[in-house]
């Protein structure tokens, strides 16, 4: 199993932070209003410089609509966890109807052996 340091998280979280916000098309200024955080705080947790508290984590994830899973994914090495962030990646294109759907047609999956 590999471990991984400090430095190498919060350079991929940053990573993570970023093309989200990007996508948002949120400035850093913006964000760190949003977070009620410095600017630059917010600077140099997109670079990997600083890390996150677990309270900044879930605010980042709420607010930017991050999957859980896609913040984690570089780390899983478990294949069956990698397959299921794919899907949630996948998902995560989808409009709400549509992953009703998808939801509604996993449920009866084991129904169909």
Do not use: H, W
């Not at 948002?24 to 977070?35: F, G, N, R, V």
């Not at 294109?93 to 009703?100: F, R």
């Amino acid at each position: 199993m590999e471990n991984f340091s400090k430095e190498t998280i919060d350079k991929t979280f940053g990573k993570v932070f970023k093309e989200y916000r990007i996508k948002k098309k949120m400035t850093q200024a913006q964000l760190a209003e949003e977070l009620d955080v410095s600017e630059k705080f917010i600077s140099r947790v997109e670079t990997g410089k600083s890390g996150v508290r677990k309270e900044t984590l879930i605010n980042y994830i709420n607010l930017l609509g991050i999957p859980p899973a896609v913040i984690y994914k570089e780390f899983i090495n478990n294949e069956e966890l990698k397959a299921q962030i794919e899907l949630v990646e996948k998902a995560g294109s989808l409009s709400t109807k549509q992953i009703e759907f998808l939801c509604a047609l996993i449920e009866i999956l084991p129904l169909l052996k």
